[in-house]
């Protein structure tokens, strides 16, 4: 009998194992990963943010760039005209360096508003195997949404 309850107790966990497995957003998945539902456009990360400083969040969107030097970093298309810096929860994982733009994401964090420092853009200017004539002309603080993810989904 208690051979019976422990076959029965483990077929109901190995069920529910692969059963989880199933909600994950499909694709070549990085850190935690991202598991399907509300998941939004990055188009909308400032409406989903409104007044709040910090947001839990799960964002699909195109990759602009990712770090030259390690893939460190990516910046992720949130309007025509701007990009969201997206880094990686306690440097636990990297992107591609060589990931194509306008590759499709899911990415899973926290969004925040900062203020970048001069020193920080340079940095990730650096990074980004920029020319020094490009990093020189970094004089001024940024304002600007950042990503800390601890999951991503290269989507197809």
């Given amino acids: 009998m208690k051979k019976l309850f422990l076959s029965l107790l483990l077929c109901a966990l190995t069920s529910i194992a692969f ?22 456009p990055a188009t909308e990360v400032k409406a989903k943010l409104g007044k709040q400083e910090k947001a839990d969040m799960k964002l699909m969107g195109e990759v602009v760039s990712v770090c030259k030097k390690k893939g460190c970093f990516m910046n992720v298309k949130i309007s025509d005209t701007e990009t969201m810096f997206v880094n990686f929860k ?7 360096k060589d990931m194509p733009a306008g590759t499709k994401v899911v990415i899973d964090g926290f969004a925040q508003k900062k203020e970048t420092s001069v020193e920080d853009l340079q940095h990730y200017a650096r990074d980004a195997k920029k020319s ?7 004089t001024k603080p940024k304002k600007e949404i950042v990503f800390e993810a601890k999951g991503v989904v290269i989507v197809k």
């Avoid at 306690?90 to 591609?96: K, L, Q, R, T």
């Avoid at 020094?132 to 970094?138: G, L, N, Q, S």
């Fill in 19 to 40: 059963a989880q497995s199933t909600d994950a957003v499909e694709g070549q998945s990085f850190g935690e990963g991202v598991k399907k539902g509300n998941i939004v």
């Fill in 90 to 96: 306690d440097y636990g994982f990297f992107m591609p």
């Fill in 132 to 138: 020094e004539e490009e990093i020189a002309k970094i």
